[in-house]
């Protein structure tokens, strides 16, 4: 019971989180045993779920970078996570070590361990917020503190948009966030997807969210597309014509070996905001 005693405000430590699950198959410690006992109940039922979230967070990493690559110096990561392996900060931060990062998340767990995700140098703030309510996040004062919204932004979204259900607008949602950018500013993004699952599968993945803190609303690829309707998608890899593509596709070398079952549980794009 000793990793439970200091469980933060307002965390159940007995329902799985998606996000605790996420961190457990990442390698990571911010977890709890209900967390873990759901993990491995999915791991047995579809063997390929590792894959996807590594899959996920590999898009995640290069995506940033190659922002990083393409002169965006400020980033704001909405819905973060749990620190992890190659936190977006560390990343981009290789490119530019000037760069600017700011994490967004709902969970009290990523405000509990925000030091994991605090540069020294101060280019680096965690916030506690709620991407539901946009005027509030874009207007949180530590939010301003680092990011110019007159300058280009990186805003990545990855393994986030997903938890909001079709009655609250997951696609007004990004609009928005991406109306109050500047040009020039580009759009990460990643959601999961029915598509390649039998249905089986996708019972299962119902049930057990069913019993977790969060409910995950994957989405065909048509549905995926529309939140980056008004952008310029890029090329995701050498000679590809710009478009949304599975995550382990994105921005990979060896494209055969990227392909897996499990890459292909997340649809992904960039996209950059031109002058409207």
Partial sequence: MSELADVPPGVDPTRPSPARMYDYFLGGTNNFPADREAAEYLRSRIPDVADALWANRGFHGRAA?????????????IGSGLPTQNNTHESVQKVDPEARVVYVDN??????????????????????????????????????????????????MTDVIHFVPDDEDPWGLVARYMAAVAPGSYLALSHATRDNMPPMQLQIVADLMAKSSATVYSRPKAEVERFFDGLELVSPYENAEPAVTYAGLWGAVDLEAADTDGSRGFYCGVARRGDW
Avoid: K, Y
């Avoid at 990083?68 to 980033?75: E, L, V």
């Fill in 107 to 156: 969970d009290p767990m990523v405000a509990a361990h925000a030091g994991n995700l605090l540069a020294a140098d101060g280019t680096t703030a965690v916030i506690l917020a709620d991407l539901r309510e946009p005027d509030a996040l874009l207007s949180h004062p530590d939010l301003l503190r680092l990011i110019d919204f007159a300058e280009p932004l990186g805003v990545v």
């Fill in 65 to 77: 970078v190659w922002m990083a690559n393409h002169g965006i110096h400020q980033f704001l990561d």
